[in-house]
Structure formats: structure tokens, C-alpha cells
């Protein structure tokens, strides 16, 4: 029974659904009903976000509750994470509860830590990334190989090339940016994106087949 | 322990070197002359093309950690679209992307604009539209099926708008201002090619009109698609938005330029990393000269 609702089910319901699927994009005409019916079925992954909406919050909390009560690696960041969620939640509902309309805006103080706090913690993360690139440019940038140096040339012409002090220096910088960028480039990103692809078909063939089935977790 | 390897210069002065020099040209401007590039010059010309009442999707795809290069490209389209009396559908596919999406409308069509006459004629938006891809499949074949209302809660067979918005083949121009997955790929893979030649008035290729905003990192992935005329234009990166203000400036003389400042402050940055290179290169060939392992 164990092995018929781990194993079987979700392999046929990954079969059915997928072959629905391929048949609906790729053997149905457009605006036929057959087609339209189709649509309301990936219209309902709604239902299937919102389910993993909440399952990742049980998850969330349980796992840093755990980590508190056993004094665990940095078990005082958990009690940071348990309360923001909390905090938000809290915020969140009671904006929804007090006004009638503004869904996402509910509430003045849930908009607020979203745009004033939220956005701008984040964005301070990301350009740190700046730094990072000039330290590790310093770094690991030599022309130890005839590989290495012509990514260090390339690198440095992109560098010049996307910002105008490079067309200050000299107009034919911008010029080879965009040769660059829609030559070389582009060949060796059409040959990645084109074996990408046929790697995710020959997967997804293997997972309708239920000859993949490491997304159903370890077989025990 | 933060020394760097190579000429031996601690890492934590290279930070410092690289805050003071980048935030000198924002507090006094270098104005170095700006060159607008064609992926931008084509994004610009193929908006302005369109005729005043056709549909353009605006799709906020990005998170607050991109906004410096992706709300620039946003709004500065949105205002483009504005001033040429196109009529928009903004939506959002990351969750991220429907408060920072918000904002922007804001800025172009003013505080309070869902409550302004034009919202629901010449404006919409949608909010977030969960499901990622799947999300992104179910707007191109029925808007009506992925989202019942809007941002706002107004249901949509309210707004007169979405009456002329039943899919893909509606639409006249997919502005995609993206910083990851899913963005400009999964509309070609589940939109632009679900509904190729469904619509007269595209290109002879039969693909919906694309149009993308991207951080700069992710442009190289985009031009096999470019090549395939799939994206019609791009905006790369700070730079491009930059570049498409420029040409708002010269047009409109648009006011909410907020790249264009941060260009000379990029273009420091740059000559200061092939700088670092120059130095680590030095430093390395030096060390190894000298008997050193190098780094």
C-alpha cells in the first residue's frame, strides 16, 4: 500500500498529466474547446502555489523552532526569522481584515517594511556584488594561459565597451562590444541553449516514462 | 587574512578605493557623452511605431536586488507608452515584482492612478500572477483564467480594458523587465510560441513583439533569440536604460531620468576594475619573476 501511494501514484499522475499536456501544445488548434480545457488545468496551479505557500511556512517555522529548543547552530538568528515571519503575518491580516479594498497594500505599516525596509536591505546585498567583482578581478584575472587571456582582452573590451567612457576614449570601443556580444557570443549561446534543450527533453521524456524518478525522493 | 593575493594590497582598501571613486561622479556629474547602441535604439522605434490604443503588456519580472538597472528600463518604457497613448496591461510572475511594479506605475501615471479615470481603460494592473511559467502560459492563452482580478481586488470583467484582452493574440508589444526565471525565455518558450502568427499585425516572422529589459549579466543569454528576431530590442543593463532615457529626453524631454546619473558613476567602476587587473597582473608577473609560485 506504502509503495502504491509513494511511488505508483505519483508516477501516474506525472504521466497523465504531462502527456495531457503535450498532446494539448502540440496535437490541439488554438481557441478549440479541447485546447481551452487545457487551459483551466494549468489555471489551477493557483490551488498548487498556495498549498506550497503554506506547507513552506509550517516547514519554515517548525524547522527554526526545532533549532531554538535544541540550541542549535546560530539558533539566535531563528528567533530573528520566527518573529519577522510572525510580525508580517500579523501585519499583514490585520490590513486585510481593516480595509475593504487594497489587497496587497493593506495595511500602510505592511507596505512600509516591504518598500522602506525590504527592497532596500536586499538591494544593499546585491550591489555589494560590485565590490566582490573588483576585489576578485584584482585577484584571479592573469594571463597565466592563451585562454586566460583572451577572456582577461574580451573582459576588458565588454568593460569599455558598455559605458561611455569607453566611446570617450576611443568610438570604435562600443563597436566592438556589440560584435562581441552578437558574434562570438551568440554562437557559443546558441550551441549551450540548443544542447540545454535537448538535455530537458530527453529528461522529460524519462520522467513521463517513470524512468527518472529521483524527484520522488530516495527509494527505500 | 584579507590581503589579497598578487601585490600583496589588502582587499578592504580596493573597497574603499571603489566606494570613493564611484560615488564622486554622483555627487559632481562627469556628463561623458552618452552613445545610444541599436538594442536600444530598436526597442525605442518599435514603440514608437505603434499605433496610439495598442495593447502592450508590461511584465515586472524582477526583485528589489535588480531595481537599479530594472526600474529605469520599466519606466522609462511605461512613460514611452504614456506620451504615445498606447493602452497598458502591467503583470507581475515573481511575487517580488508586483509591490516594486506598483511603484513604478506610480511614478509614471501618478499616485492614486488606479483610482484615476484612465485606470481600467488606458491602464491595468494585474499584480502577481503565481505559477511562474505555468502562470505566464495560462495569461498568454486566457488573462481571464490566470488572475480574476486585479492588483486592487476589482474583478477583471470590470476593468473595459481586459474586454479586449481574451490572449496573446491581443497584444501588440510584450515589454519584459526581467533579472531571472522566469523572464524574456519562458515568454518565448510559453507565450511568444504558443501563439506564433495568431495576429496580423505582427512581424512576418509571426512572433508577438518582445521587447526586454535585463540586468546586464543576463544579455548574452538573450542573443540567440535576438538573432531569431524573437527579442526585438534590448535594453542592457543600466547602460541601456540609460540610453533609452536619453532618447526620452530628446523626444519628450523626460523628467524621471534616474540611469542616466549613474552612467559616469559606471563608467569609473569599469576603468577602475581593468585597473585592479592591470595592478594583480602586474603584481603576479613580478612575483613569479622573482622565484614566487604567483597566485
Known amino acids: ?220 | 587574512m584579507s590581503t589579497s593575493k598578487g601585490a600583496g594590497i589588502d582587499r578592504r582598501y580596493l573597497y574603499i578605493l571603489l566606494f570613493i571613486l564611484a560615488s564622486i561622479p554622483i555627487l559632481y556629474p562627469l556628463n561623458l557623452p552618452v552613445t545610444i547602441g541599436e538594442h536600444s535604439r530598436l526597442v525605442f522605434e518599435l514603440t514608437d511605431a505603434l499605433p496610439a490604443g495598442s495593447i502592450v503588456v508590461s511584465s515586472f519580472d524582477f526583485g528589489p536586488a535588480t531595481i537599479t538597472e530594472n526600474r529605469p528600463q520599466a519606466k522609462a518604457h511605461l512613460f514611452h507608452c504614456k506620451e504615445l497613448g498606447l493602452r497598458v496591461v502591467a503583470v507581475a510572475f515573481w511575487a517580488a515584482g508586483g509591490p516594486l511594479g506598483h511603484s513604478v506605475l506610480t511614478d509614471v501615471y501618478g499616485e492614486g492612478y488606479e483610482l484615476s479615470e484612465e485606470y481600467g481603460t488606458e491602464i491595468v494592473f494585474l499584480g502577481y500572477i503565481p505559477g511562474a511559467e505555468v502562470g505566464m502560459q495560462t495569461f498568454g492563452d486566457d488573462p481571464w483564467q490566470a488572475k480574476g482580478t486585479d492588483h486592487f481586488g476589482t474583478a477583471i470583467a470590470d476593468l473595459p480594458l481586459m474586454q479586449e484582452v481574451r490572449s496573446a493574440a491581443d497584444v501588440d508589444l510584450w515589454g519584459e523587465w526581467t533579472s531571472g526565471t522566469p523572464g524574456e525565455q519562458q515568454v518565448i518558450q510559453f507565450v511568444q510560441g504558443r501563439h506564433q502568427g495568431e495576429n496580423p499585425g505582427w512581424p512576418e516572422t509571426g512572433y508577438m513583439p518582445l521587447v526586454v529589459g535585463s540586468t546586464a549579466v543576463s544579455v548574452p543569454g538573450m542573443m540567440p533569440f535576438y538573432q531569431a528576431e524573437q527579442i526585438l530590442g534590448i535594453l542592457n543593463g543600466l547602460a541601456g536604460g540609460g540610453e533609452y532615457e536619453l532618447q526620452l529626453v530628446d523626444a519628450y524631454d523626460y523628467a524621471l531620468v534616474a540611469a542616466l546619473p549613474l552612467l559616469d558613476s559606471q563608467s569609473v567602476g569599469h576603468v577602475l576594475i581593468i585597473v585592479f587587473i592591470a595592478i594583480g597582473n602586474i603584481g603576479w608577473a613580478i612575483s613569479k619573476s622573482g622565484g614566487g609560485r604567483g597566485a
Not at chain 1, 522529460?204 to 516514462?209: G, V
Open chain 1, 1 to 220: 500500500m506504502s509503495l502504491v501511494i509513494k511511488r505508483y501514484i505519483p508516477l501516474a499522475i506525472t504521466f497523465i498529466m504531462g502527456f495531457t499536456m503535450v498532446i494539448a501544445t502540440y496535437f490541439l488548434a488554438p481557441d478549440t474547446p479541447a485546447r481551452e480545457a487545457s487551459t483551466l488545468l494549468t489555471a489551477t496551479v493557483d490551488i498548487l502555489v498556495v498549498t506550497a505557500g503554506v506547507l513552506g511556512l509550517v516547514a519554515l517555522l517548525r524547522h527554526h523552532s526545532v533549532n531554538i529548543s535544541r540550541r542549535g547552530r546560530y539558533w539566535q538568528y531563528s528567533i530573528i526569522t520566527i518573529a519577522g515571519v510572525v510580525f508580517y503575518l500579523i501585519i499583514g491580516f490585520y490590513g486585510v481584515a481593516t480595509h475593504e479594498r487594497y489587497y496587497m497594500y493593506a495595511s500602510e505599516l505592511f507596505s512600509w517594511f516591504y518598500s522602506d525596509v525590504y527592497v532596500h536591505m536586499d538591494a544593499t546585498i546585491f550591489s555589494m556584488l560590485a565590490f566582490f567583482i573588483a576585489s576578485a578581478a584584482y585577484r584571479a584575472f592573469r594571463l597565466r594561459s592563451v585562454e586566460a587571456s583572451v577572456l582577461l582582452i574580451v573582459g576588458a573590451l565588454m568593460l569599455l565597451g558598455r559605458a561611455p567612457i569607453g566611446a570617450v576614449i576611443w568610438e570604435g570601443f562600443p563597436t566592438i562590444a556589440q560584435w562581441l556580444l552578437d558574434v562570438p557570443n551568440a554562437a557559443g549561446n546558441r550551441a549551450i541553449t540548443i544542447g540545454i534543450a535537448v538535455g530537458a527533453i530527453s529528461l522529460a521524456i524519462r520522467q513521463l516514462l517513470g524512468v527518472e524518478r529521483g524527484y520522488l525522493g530516495p527509494e527505500r
